[in-house]
């Protein structure tokens, strides 16, 4: 049973933080002297359902919004939302997630995520469907579950987890169908192959299939996978072996100081303090437990004195370099220890075989080694790495080991652990693309000869190619391991969104896509002026890496949910900017710039004009908003020359400029399509740019 919703109307939420967790809240009307028409008004963003509202200056008691939540979201009493939970950061922020349920069914993926200061709300942003009409199917049983998914896989050693009922929302193209399903977690380490599946209560049919171990194709012959949605973790151990400081050979960055622990005589690749721990996985046999990690005939790195030197050893000596660089970037800028916030053992396999099932002509088994790896399912968390050889081959690939795509791997499982940005479409582009970004923050944390390509020196030359990726020119990258990449929004190189999603079409692009949250990352950090592919002139002022990596992971583990695109890392990362740095800030300035010259947004230029027509910018009013076909009023104070224009996500001319007249301008947008646009609105060369949805 299915229903479609073809674009998700305007809605408003807020949630009070103050109950005790699992506590399901039910608003009810309370005497204020407020109004809900004091309340903002939602801005929404796309069918899946992403959304956010600003409370900044609206001085919004919490209790206020939660008594009268039924009338300013919409929802009737099947809906009820969960407190998951509540926190406050160092900024005094209180944060509260919610889940939403219908009808006492989870809707996967819809959080209500709450922020508020001293009992004010400042910021709602997340994911909800409102108008549900889903009739809730008699469950399947586990076992039926369990027999559709292994006739899907064909494979004989799946173990299964996470059974259970829920409503999930699946992108049709134009719009969404809700489901009633069962889900259940898959996962097949022989043939690495790990999947949440959806499977439709009434129909029986898969209806979504999503990738937990995702596969990353450079060339044909080359996956690089990363993680998926989070699992239960493993929590930090107290070892009795004595840390000791080590002088190591690395294969790509020479010598390097690292921790090693005595060991029965010698000495291993282990870091008790930091609870890193590197080992060989020549002997992977594709089994593991949540316990011991992958198993098999794994070996421990072991040398007769503390000092790693050898050839043989320099890949495994940069893999321990590398996490623990990885372990001391989180803990020291962002307060993070390890992957998932709590400390747990970060594990470590170099040489294993990803193509374990695959055969040469002879019958033999062939190495893959052109992969890197982090592994987060079913309680198995484990980083792993392949020697760069290719059924035997030597010549294309030096070991996976190097800083940035170890770093990216590694945060790979800090995006499953937060955010979770779903591996497909756009969502998955940000989840690739958030990846590099630690990864290279990884690298210039290190300060060993940092730069903005990733995984160079690893590609062999002869491939045309020196780097996988290049975050400072994404179109530069090398066409024979797919490493061109879009610098725009829907630009040059941009890969196709549209569904089905599966490894042939890269999830959607998730790979080629991430281009662009790189290249406005790097222009963050660096500053850069040109123009886009969309013929907009832009100008970046740098504001150092260190100042665009704290606004990256507020807006990612903070204000992103699963289905979030760009347009949400746009809306979002600005009110990570607002939180840190304040509403005036030229950080938030250039992170508007840098979004404009990716070809999202305009270029502002706010802060240099005059306090009379800034204010008069903002106070311009769009209503109502959503707007039904195309028509809406735009009333202005503005008193001098002014026009707008309507463009849509992309940058694309919808409208040409037309004057802005002092009071009631009636806009007739007919033959505008339904969907999520911007009106540039220029008043003596000062801009301001508004979002409106057309339903």
């Known amino acids: ?19 005790a967790p699992f ?89 209500i995520l709450v922020h508020e200061k001293d ?39 799946v173990t299964f987890a996470d059974f259970g009922q829920v409503i999930t929302k699946v992108y049709a193209g134009k719009g969404v169908d809700l489901h ?23 129909t029986k049919q898969i209806v979504k299939k999503s990738e937990k171990i995702h596969r990353h194709n450079i060339t044909p012959v080359i996956n690089n996978i990363s993680t998926g949605k989070p699992a239960a973790g493993i929590t930090s151990v107290v070892s009795p072996f ?24 010698a000495f291993r690749l282990k870091d008790n303090a930091r609870n890193v721990h590197t080992l060989d996985g020549t002997g992977w046999d594709g089994s593991g437990s949540a316990a011991s990690g992958l198993s098999g005939t794994i070996n421990e790195y072991t ?61 033999q088994t062939p190495i893959d080694g052109t992969n890197a790896a982090a592994i987060d399912q079913q309680g198995i968390v484990a980083m792993v790495y392949g020697s760069g050889l290719y059924q035997g081959q030597s010549g294309y690939f030096g070991p996976i080991v190097g800083i940035d795509v170890a770093g990216h791997e590694y945060s790979h499982l800090m995006v499953s652990r937060t955010a979770n940005l779903t591996y497909e479409a756009e969502s998955g582009a940000l989840n690739e693309s958030f990846a590099d970004i630690f990864g290279t923050a990884i690298e210039f944390y290190s300060n060993v000869n940092p730069n903005w390509t990733i995984a160079e020196g690893i590609p062999n030359a002869g491939l045309g190619a020196t780097y996988f990726r290049n975050m400072a020119n994404p179109n530069a990258g090398a066409n024979q391991i797919g490493g061109q990449q879009p610098d725009t ?43 886009n592919d969309n013929g907009t002139a ?92 195309g028509q809406f009023t735009i009333e202005s104070t503005l008193k001098g020359s002014a026009d707008y224009e309507i463009y849509d996500l992309s940058g694309k001319l919808i409208k040409s400029a037309e004057k802005l007249e002092k009071g009631i301008n009636r806009v007739n947008g007919s033959g505008i399509q339904a969907g999520v646009y911007l009106i540039k609105i220029n008043a003596d060369g000062n801009v301001i740019s508004k979002k409106i949805v057309v339903k």
């Not at 809730?136 to 004989?156: F, G, H, M, Y």
């Not at 490894?503 to 123009?531: A, C, I, M």
Request: net charge neutral; charged share 15%.
């Open 1 to 19: 049973m299915k229903k479609t919703t073809t674009i998700i109307k305007a809605l408003a939420f807020t949630l009070s933080v103050g109950f």
């Open 23 to 111: 506590v399901l809240v039910n608003a009810q009307e309370k005497k204020t002297e407020l109004s809900v028409k004091d309340l903002p008004r939602i801005s929404t963003s796309s069918a899946m359902g992403n959304f956010y509202a600003s409370f900044n200056g609206q001085n919004i008691p919490t209790d206020f919004l939660i008594t009268n939540l039924k009338k300013w979201l919409g929802t009737d009493s099947n809906h009820t939302f969960e407190l998951v939970t509540a926190k406050t950061d160092e900024l005094g922020i209180k944060h509260s997630v919610f889940q939403h349920y219908y009808k006492n069914v989870k809707v996967a993926d819809e959080l």
């Open 119 to 157: 009992g004010k709300v400042t910021y709602v942003n997340g994911e909800l469907t409102p108008d549900i009409n889903l009739a809730i199917q008699q469950p399947l049983t586990k076992t039926e579950v369990e027999n559709i998914v292994n006739a899907d896989l064909r494979i004989s050693d």
């Open 180 to 202: 009633s399903v069962s889900q259940i977690d898959a996962l097949s380490l022989k043939t690495l192959q790990g999947y949440m599946y959806y499977i439709d209560n009434g």
């Open 242 to 265: 004595l840390d000791t400081s080590s002088t190591s050979a690395t294969y790509y960055k020479g010598n390097q100081q690292i921790t090693v622990d005595s060991y029965n005589g």
């Open 303 to 363: 040398n007769s004195t503390a000092n790693y030197t050898a050839a043989a050893t320099k890949p495994a000596a940069e893999v321990h370099w590398a996490m623990e660089k990885a372990h001391d970037y989180y803990v020291s800028r962002h307060n993070r220890n390890s992957y998932d916030g709590s400390g747990s053992i970060i594990r470590n396999y170099y040489n294993i075989n990803f193509n374990r099932n695959a055969t040469t002509g002879a019958g």
């Open 489 to 531: 929004y829907q630009g040059t190189n941009w890969a196709s969104t549209a569904p089905p999603y599966t490894q042939t079409n890269d999830h959607g692009g998730v790979h080629k896509n991430s281009g662009v949250g790189n290249y406005w990352f790097y222009l963050l950090s660096q500053g850069g002026s040109g123009t």
């Open 538 to 629: 832009f100008n970046v002022t740098g504001i150092t890496i260190q100042k665009a990596e704290k606004i990256a992971f507020r807006t990612l583990t903070t204000y992103l949910t699963a289905n979030s695109g760009y347009i949400n890392a746009y809306d979002q990362s600005k009110q990570a900017a607002i939180d840190l740095y304040g509403a005036n800030s030229n950080e938030l300035q250039q992170v508007e710039n840098a979004w404009c010259a990716v070809g999202l947004g305009n270029c502002a230029k706010l802060l240099a004009v005059d306090e009379t027509i800034k204010s008069d910018l903002q106070n311009i009013k769009i209503y109502p908003n959503p707007a039904s076909n």
